[in-house]
Structure formats: C-alpha cells, structure tokens
T-cell receptor
Framework: NAGVMQNPRHLVRRRGQEARLRCSPMKGHSHVYWYRQLPEEGLKFMVYLQKENIIDESGMPKERFSAEFPKEGPSILRIQQVVRGDSAAYFC????????????FGDGTRLSIL | SQELEQSPQSLIVQEGKNLTINCTSSKTLYGLYWYKQKYGEGLIFLMM?????EEKSHEKITAKLDEKKQQSSLHITASQPSHAGIYLCGADYGWDDKIIFGKGTRLHILP
C-alpha cells in the first residue's frame, strides 16, 4: 500500500535550467498539494490541485512556477529558469475526497541549484 | 506576525522524561494537525483535532485542542530515542484546504 511517491528524491540543476518534480498521490486520493520548505523556515503552501484543475495557487510565485495534475499520471511541479533561491525541499501531500481529511505527505524532493 | 506559533523552538530531554510542545494560533482554528518530520525526510501524520476540548492519543503521544480552539499541546510520556525529530503543528482555518504550518519544534532525546 504505497504512500505518496515523489521523485526524484534529489535534483541538481544549474541556474537557468528547468526543474520538474513529480508526485503520485496515495491510491484513492484525488487531491494534491505542494509545499516548499526553505532552509530554517517552515513549510509554506504553494498550490492545491484536483484532477485537471488548479483549485488554489495563492502560494505559487507568479513567474517561472507552474503545476498540473493531469487526468492520467502524476502531478508535476515545474520551475523554469531556476535561480539559487529556488533551492529548497519540495513536498507533495494528498488527501481523499470529502472534508476534514488529513493530508499525507511524501518524502520530498530536495532541489539544489548550482 | 506568524499566524501559528510553536514553542519551544527546540527541546533537549533525557530519555524517559515527559515533555510538552505547544502550538498557539492567532485565530480560531477549524482543525489542528500534528506531524513529525525526521531530519531530511517527509512528514508523518500523527493526529488531527477538530473539536474544542478534544484529546487524542497514539502510543505515548497525546494531543489536546483547548476549548477556545486557539491552542493545542502535544505531550510525550516516557520519551524514547525514536521520538526525536521535528514536530510540526498545522492549522486548518476552514475557508480553504491548505495547511498553515508552524516553524516546528526540534526534539532531541539524550540517552
């Protein structure tokens, strides 16, 4: 019974490159959330998606960041033209339909920008 | 200012001792989550509290949400090395589905 699967676990990119982070929710979960954890800071909400829909992207930077959760396949968080400040741990969480359901987290992707 | 304050920021406890971590919200909570994060790993869901005065336990960990639903405490009895890690409280304010996290409490257990 797999939990939330994120890959890769570690990703190294040079400034200006693109980073793609993947998240497969737990079986039966249709809600996906992305959070970012900067060094010495708490987890910050980025975006909340359901299949083929972005529900809340209030925590996403306006430029270079995008997220999708297609009908088939994992959710993707995409960062274009990465900069040093994008270095962080990116966590994905999922929850099932219905209110008052806890979010279950993956192990995260640690992004390092050279 | 921070919506959710956790205290203490870090805690060093002798194995076998009890300890308490607090989480205070500046606004009324719809729900409160407790997670544990081991260094360099993901978050493990511990408990979710919704009703004022609610108390839940899991093994040696007990969490309570106060009647006014603005503060929660997490209590560990007879701490063990396996309890070491970062404890995060997360707030659900009810108007959306995101969790607002505190900055965490780093717990170290001395053998």
């Amino acid at each position: 019974n797999a939990g939330v699967m994120q890959n890769p676990r570690h990703l190294v990119r040079r400034r200006g490159q693109e980073a793609r982070l993947r998240c497969s929710p737990m079986k039966g979960h249709s809600h996906v959330y992305w959070y970012r954890q900067l060094p010495e800071e708490g987890l910050k909400f980025m975006v909340y998606l359901q299949k083929e829909n972005i529900i809340d992207e209030s925590g996403m930077p306006k430029e270079r960041f995008s997220a999708e959760f297609p009908k088939e396949g994992p959710s993707i968080l995409r960062i274009q033209q990465v900069v040093r400040g994008d270095s962080a741990a990116y966590f994905c969480a999922s929850s099932p339909e219905g209110g008052n359901q806890p979010q279950h987290f993956g192990d995260g992707t640690r992004l390092s920008i050279l | 200012s921070q919506e959710l304050e956790q205290s203490p920021q870090s805690l060093i406890v002798q194995e076998g001792k009890n300890l308490t971590i607090n989480c205070t919200s500046s606004k009324t909570l719809y729900g409160l989550y407790w997670y544990k994060q081991k260094y360099g790993e993901g978050l493990i869901f511990l408990m979710m509290l919704q009703k004022g005065g609610e108390e839940k336990s899991h093994e040696k960990i007990t969490a309570k949400l106060d009647e006014k639903k603005q503060q929660s405490s997490l209590h560990i009895t007879a701490s063990q090395p396996s309890h070491a890690g970062i404890y995060l409280c997360g707030a659900d304010y009810g108007w959306d589905d995101k969790i607002i996290f505190g900055k965490g409490t780093r717990l170290h257990i001395l053998p």
